[in-house]
């Protein structure tokens, strides 16, 4: 066609200027469109480089964010989690109760004589103490329940979804648990017992606050030491 073009402008003295046949202009058009994909190409691979620096780095931050928010919950001595922790688990615990209408049962724990053994073996015997107590409760509660460590040589433990009988139950086989174990250290070897208490919050019962549950289980605690 734009040979015909050029021969008929001809014949009336027209100039044809610099007309191309169509499957030139096809194939510049498609060269032209080869550019801007590669361009294109280009473009995404410069941004997916940054992208995945940028989630790379939003992972890692997430990842330190959380480690320092368990190192926050978390007692440094025994690894179990902290009185904080423990208040932040208690108002949960409570609030899930009360919407699904299921029980729940709070654990006190106190280490027997535990300022004896500080004053007579020192205090660096009680940290070790004080961690294999941890281990014991660790390795004796169910998968469910949530230990801390509530002060000193105090533990709190809350069991969801469970009753005074099976909280008392448990109680007892951790109790014995710990009676059972064999602390050797500096060549002596230390025995250990510890007083429980336990309480069952029931969601039907009138309306407490949970003060009032922790003040019952340190009361059954009380009630068990003497």
Do not use: W
Request: hydrophobic fraction near 35%; charge should be negative; include cysteine.
């Amino acid at each position: 066609m734009a040979n015909k073009s050029v021969e008929i402008l001809s014949f009336f003295e027209i100039e044809a200027g610099n007309m191309k046949p169509f499957s030139q202009i096809l194939q510049e058009a498609n060269e032209e469109l080869g550019k801007l994909n590669l361009t294109y190409e280009q473009l995404i691979v410069e941004l997916k480089q940054p992208k995945e620096k940028a989630e790379k780095f939003a992972h890692e931050l997430k990842k330190v964010n959380e480690q320092l928010r368990e190192m926050a919950f978390r007692d440094g001595l025994t690894g179990l989690y902290n009185h904080r922790y423990f208040q932040d688990l208690m108002d949960n615990e409570l609030s899930r109760s009360r919407r699904y209408k299921k029980s729940f049962s709070v654990m006190m724990l106190d280490i027997d004589h535990f300022k004896k053994i500080n004053d007579e073996y020192g205090h660096p015997v009680g940290d070790i103490v004080l961690k294999e107590v941890n281990k014991a409760i660790e390795n004796t509660i169910r998968d469910s329940d949530v230990a801390a460590r509530y002060g000193g040589e105090e533990f709190a433990i809350v069991l969801p979804e469970t009753e005074l009988r099976g909280a008392a139950i448990l109680a007892e086989r951790l109790r014995k648990a710990i009676e059972q174990l064999v602390i050797d250290t500096k060549g002596c070897h230390i025995d250990v017992t510890v007083s429980v208490g336990v309480t069952c919050y029931h969601p039907s019962t009138a309306k407490i606050e949970k003060s009032e549950i922790l003040s019952e289980a340190d009361n059954a605690l009380y009630n068990s030491k003497n």
